[in-house]
């Protein structure tokens, strides 16, 4: 009878680890979910203000001719895209993304006004190694 007891607990232990691997797992995914989703809203929101200021859109080029995603700081000389940067990598505003002020941020302005708009972050849960996460927003802006 105590070996069935030692058994029985065995298997609710293991049981209880398979429950926990899981949520780690699941508040995991919903994080990048929510990584994606600000990427996403950062995006549209650059380009809705280009689309506000149409007729000035290459002014608003960042790290155009690199490849995005790679490690370094960014500048631009638009004031817009300044602050906007400051929204996306400043951890104390709720909207930001972490590991994103490393990162080499781009939008490139090319022919007819087409606008691609890439971002760029590190989960905090990767690893040093790990290849950051990126969402590409491309449009085309009418003048």
Not at 104 to 130: D, Y
Request: net charge neutral.
């Amino acid at each position: 009878m105590l070996i069935e007891a030692l058994v029985a607990i065995a298997i609710f232990s293991l049981a209880i680890l398979g429950i926990v691997g899981l949520q780690a797992t699941a508040i995991r995914t919903v994080n990048e979910a929510d990584y994606r989703a600000k990427a996403s809203f950062l995006a549209t929101r650059i380009v809705g203000q280009m689309w506000g200021d149409r007729f000035n859109v290459p002014t608003y080029a960042l790290n155009a001719g690199i490849t995005p995603c790679t490690a370094g700081t960014n500048s631009a000389a638009n004031p817009a895209v300044t602050t906007w940067l400051g929204e996306l990598t400043d951890l104390s505003n709720p909207g930001a993304l972490p590991g994103a002020a490393n990162l080499k941020q781009q939008i490139t302005v090319g022919l007819n006004n087409t606008v691609t708009v890439t971002i760029c972050w590190k989960s905090p849960q990767a690893a040093t190694a790990a290849e950051p996460h990126n969402f590409t927003l491309t449009t085309q802006i009418q003048g």
